[in-house]
């Protein structure tokens, strides 16, 4: 069974950047898995960031991205904000089927 | 304007069947690219993505849910509809719909939050 790897929590400071990311138990994360990356904040639904590796949404702050970074998918945050705290969800596309990250939890101290 | 919500029963027992439907307005799963999808989440664990279903009607299962797991549409109410089988309380979560399009999973409905207790 596919695993998808995230690092379980990361702590920032305001003002900051961090980079999260997603690794693949297949071995290197490629544009074709599609990385999508997602925000979660308590008591309410993900919201989308990123698709296909570095795609914003309309609504997606300038301050998030994404990359592929030494064989992994990347999230990056500059000059991150305190409201950024929350939990990150990555998304890859494994031949027609789906797997989450185990999630990241960003905490901005 | 994309929107999704969730319906179904909020407390099953345990070896039921679960009925959720997905209403959906704002596109046409008749369009290419196009697919709505099935993701859960057990309270204070991470998301699962658990099925999708295109317009030409091609689905597609978590492995690890195959068997129990199935996803059907009916266009004529803009409905998407999970069906899981033999429910167990390990399958406790909110389970959300989404929208996909191309390989963007980008609107996600509120979630519906399902309890499996005798």
């Known amino acids: 069974q596919t695993v998808v790897t995230q690092e379980p929590s990361l702590t920032v400071s305001p003002g900051g950047t961090v980079t999260l990311t997603c690794a693949s138990s297949?071995?290197?994360?490629?544009?074709?898995?599609?990385p999508n990356w997602f925000q979660q904040k308590p008591g309410q639904a993900p919201r989308a960031l990123i698709y296909?590796?570095?795609n914003i949404h309309p609504w997606t702050p300038a301050r998030f991205s994404g990359s592929l970074l030494g064989g992994r998918a990347a999230l990056i945050l500059s000059g991150v904000q305190p409201e950024d705290e929350a939990d990150y969800y990555c998304?890859?596309?494994?031949?027609?089927?789906?797997?989450f990250g185990g999630g990241t939890k960003l905490t901005v101290l | 304007q994309i929107t999704l919500k969730e319906s179904g029963p909020t407390l099953v027992k345990p070896t039921q069947t679960l009925t959720l439907t997905c209403t959906f307005s704002?596109?046409?799963?008749?369009?290419?690219?196009?697919?709505v999808g099935w993701i859960r989440q057990p309270p204070g664990k991470a998301l699962e993505w658990l099925a999708l279903?295109?317009?030409?009607?091609?689905?597609r299962y978590s492995p690890s849910l195959k068997g129990r797991v199935t996803i059907t549409k009916d266009t004529a109410t803009n409905q998407v509809v999970l069906t899981m089988t033999n429910m167990d309380p390990v399958d406790t979560a909110t389970y959300y719909c989404?929208?996909?399009?191309?390989?963007?999973?980008?609107?996600w409905g509120q979630g519906t939050m399902v309890t499996v207790s005798s």
């Open positions: 989404a929208h996909r399009l191309n390989s963007a999973f980008d609107i």
């Open positions: 704002g596109f046409s799963l008749s369009t290419s690219g196009v697919a």
């Open positions: 279903l295109y317009g030409n009607d091609d689905k």
């Open positions: 297949t071995g290197a994360v490629t544009s074709g898995h599609y």
């Open positions: 296909t590796t570095s």
């Open positions: 998304l890859l596309h494994y031949d027609g089927v789906w797997v």
